[in-house]
């Protein structure tokens, strides 16, 4: 699970930027999924003649398409040179969840798959870097004797999901009550259809390349680092990746009930001193 942090005036220049990239002639697609790229399917179907063998120079068309809108993630707004967006993103190593499940009080906790876990782990990330956020901000203000607020909460836009959609709402409030130290930087909670909302699909792009990272990091690829997770890393806007393995999961299920909301308050006191690069 992964997605973009932003500020709205960023969030609003990729909005626009992505839809004038999407409607270029050269281009013209309804909307943009990574996945979609990567096999030359739906969408991108037009760019190649068989999905299931995709030439040298079809691969090379689709990577460039993938970089254009990748190259939008990155680019500085209009009044300033710095990149005002960043990824970031969490993994269950679903070999190890399933494993888990195979007991039945751990299915009752856990449930039948990954995905609210990965969910609510995200979310409480994206509290933590509000706390961190905070901080940092709150002493560049007392250098300059500021004792105004240094608080941000976040605003969570979620791709809309058949599902798990109609209990999100329900699921985020209960996430919230249940860790009181994230909910502190955690505003409202809302969902919307990627096909119709350009800043979910570039998070979708973005989340893709977290899941590839991930998946080398693990040895269920080969392979060096691609191109595209590159580009993020370089222009320093890849924030944040973390995983949940067995042992994770162990202690989750050791210290929950069935039915209960993850209490995963604990992660909002994690330090993390110094830069981490990922090298395969």
Known sequence: MGGLLGRGVPLFELERRWEVLRNRSDIGIGYFKASECER????FAKFVVDPRNITGAERLKLDSINQEFLNLITAPVAFDDQPYLCVQGVGVVQKD???AIRKRNARAILGNSPYRLAYDLAMIQCAWAMKVLESDVKSEKLKRMDTSSAKDCVSFVCDEDEEHAPLAN????????TNPNAAE??????TANDKDC????AADLAAFEVRR???LSLGLWEGPLRKQFNTLAKKQIMFLITRADKAQLAHIVSTHKPGEP???DALMEMQITENIKITI
């Open 170 to 177: 329900k699921a985020y409030r209960n996430l919230k009550q």
């Open 185 to 190: 930087y955690m505003a409202t909670f809302s």
């Open 97 to 99: 969840f399933y494993d």
């Open 262 to 264: 993850f209490k995963l």
């Open 40 to 43: 030359g399917t739906k969408q």
């Open 198 to 201: 350009e800043p979910l699909q």
């Open 213 to 215: 990272a991930l998946g």
